[in-house]
């Protein structure tokens, strides 16, 4: 089955504690993003990545890191989490084939730093 | 950065009514996309609409994008309780890759 898997589901952790949620797609999709999805607010592009190796800031990088060692993942690191980056988090994947842009997207991470 | 509005937020309806959501920007878009949020779940995207004045059916589900490609409205017609969710908007812009989301509308169709 073509999925995009995302990894805790849900995470409570504290201020400054160092995490990182996972992200893997199955479609063979060049093209993999990572948004933040807050109360009023919709969806906010935090990185996404063209290809392997090629990365690019979306519109709320700030505290967040990627890495795009590998087609298939797309791991989100938060080097220091604070309150302010509780929130919905979902990974998304597309092909070039298919233009513009059509989106996969995961299941969702519930982050809740305290 | 280009600005998404959709409205109403929230709609709450009776099964068999019809409803009209909207999504607004200033800004020309290259692409627009309609996605579909269930509770706990990802956005399943709906259609995506590319030329001025398009509209596009899926089943009872009518998209237009505007002649302008600044404006998008989603009508559904004898709305269903399996309509219930939560509606995005997504413009694309000129970079590939990055869309633009609007806040969505909440639609919610009680029997």
């Known amino acids: 089955e073509a999925q995009v898997t995302q990894n805790p589901r849900y995470l409570i952790t504290v201020t400054g504690k160092k995490l990182t949620v996972t992200c893997s797609q199955n479609?063979?999709?060049?093209?993999m993003s990572w948004y933040r999805q807050d109360p009023g607010l919709g969806l906010r592009q935090i990185y996404y990545s063209m290809n392997v190796e090629v990365t690019d800031k979306g519109d709320v990088p700030e505290g967040y890191k990627v890495s795009r060692k590998e087609k298939r993942n797309f791991p989100l690191i938060l080097e220091s989490p604070s309150p302010n980056q509780t929130s919905l988090y979902f990974c998304a994947s597309s092909s070039y084939d298919r233009a513009p842009v059509e989106q996969y997207f995961g299941p969702g991470t519930r982050l809740t730093v305290t | 950065t280009q600005l998404l509005e959709q409205s109403p937020q929230f709609l709450s309806i009776q099964e068999g009514e019809n409803l009209t959501v909207y999504c607004n920007s200033s800004?020309?878009?290259?692409?627009l996309q309609w996605y579909r949020q269930e509770p706990g779940e990802g956005p399943v995207l709906l259609v995506t609409?590319?030329?001025?004045?398009e509209v596009k059916k899926l089943k009872r589900l009518t998209f237009q994008f505007g002649d302008a490609r600044k404006d998008s409205s989603l009508h559904i017609t004898a709305a269903q309780p399996g309509d219930t969710g939560l509606y995005l908007c997504a413009g694309g812009g000129d970079s590939w890759g990055k869309l633009q989301f609007g806040a969505g509308t909440q639609v919610v169709v009680t029997p």
């Open positions: 479609m063979n999709h060049e093209y």
């Open positions: 800004s020309v878009f290259s692409s």
């Open positions: 609409v590319v030329t001025g004045g």
